[in-house]
């Protein structure tokens, strides 16, 4: 079993900054790749960002130059650094890790707006 908690969501003006943070129940960080998607009003839940067990990061286009993912192995926590952000940036933004199954945390919600 795998539990997984977001943090560090809440409201910002455009061209701000946020943190997200997912910690995991269980070392994994290092050896599954995990996940950052998001699920915008009226919309499907998208990819935003993974990084995989050996640590190369992957991004959306949308994100590409903004947003930075990175883990703490000792903490096993996943971090989405989020710069610049814009209005289309409001979501709600999960973790994810596939471990014989898809796992997904409870969502932290993020809202850009001024």
């Known amino acids: 079993q795998v539990q997984l908690v977001e943090s560090g969501g809440g409201l910002v003006q455009p061209g701000g900054s946020l943190r997200l943070s997912c910690a995991a129940s269980r070392s994994m960080v290092n050896i599954y790749t995990m996940a950052w998607y ?21 991004y959306a286009d949308s994100v590409k130059g903004r947003f930075t993912i990175s883990r703490d192995n000792a903490k096993n926590t996943v971090y989405l650094q989020m710069n610049s952000l814009k209005p289309e940036d409001t979501a709600v933004y999960y973790c994810n890790v596939y471990v014989s199954r898809a796992y997904w945390g409870q969502g932290t919600q993020v809202t850009v707006s001024s």
């Open 38 to 58: 998001r699920q915008p009003p009226g919309k499907q839940r998208e990819l935003v960002a993974s990084i995989s067990g050996g640590g190369v990061p992957n």
